[in-house]
């Protein structure tokens, strides 16, 4: 059975950073694109980063384009987000996603991803 988990969460001071990491089991991980997403307190989840199949194209929202870094490794079936530059703002629920593509689209949709992790707590305080 199909299943992603996040690991990883947890408090930092703004300016300091975190690694979260994802493990999927029962889906095609090395031929499926797959993202990480996020809920801020008051605003909708977002798509902030997807990777390719094979790690070659990334893509970043604005909001998180040079402070965090997606990775993967199709071997172990995991995902990494690398956050530096932390800010106040990034606090909310992060969520790792599988999707059923080989590439990803120019922005990281909800809609593309079909197995998702249960999400992990950031908090970032000022």
């Known amino acids: 059975q199909a299943q992603v988990r996040e690991f990883g969460g947890g408090s930092a001071q703004a300016g300091g950073s975190l690694i979260l990491s994802c493990a999927a089991s029962?889906?095609?991980?090395?031929?499926?694109?797959a993202g990480w997403f996020r809920q801020v307190p008051g605003k909708e989840r977002e798509g902030i980063s997807c990777?390719?199949?094979?790690?070659?194209?990334?893509v970043y929202s604005d909001s998180v384009r040079g402070r965090f870094t997606i990775s993967r490794d199709n071997t172990k079936k995991t995902l990494s987000l690398q956050m530096t530059k932390l800010k106040p703002e990034d606090t909310g629920i992060y969520y790792c996603?599988?999707?059923?593509?080989?590439?990803?689209?120019?922005?990281?949709?909800?809609?593309?991803?079909?197995?998702w992790g249960q999400g992990t707590q950031v908090s970032v305080s000022p």
């Open positions: 990777i390719s199949w094979s790690g070659g194209t990334t």
């Open positions: 996603a599988v999707s059923d593509s080989l590439a990803c689209s120019g922005a990281t949709r909800i809609s593309d991803f079909h197995y």
């Open positions: 029962g889906v095609t991980f090395a031929s499926d694109s």
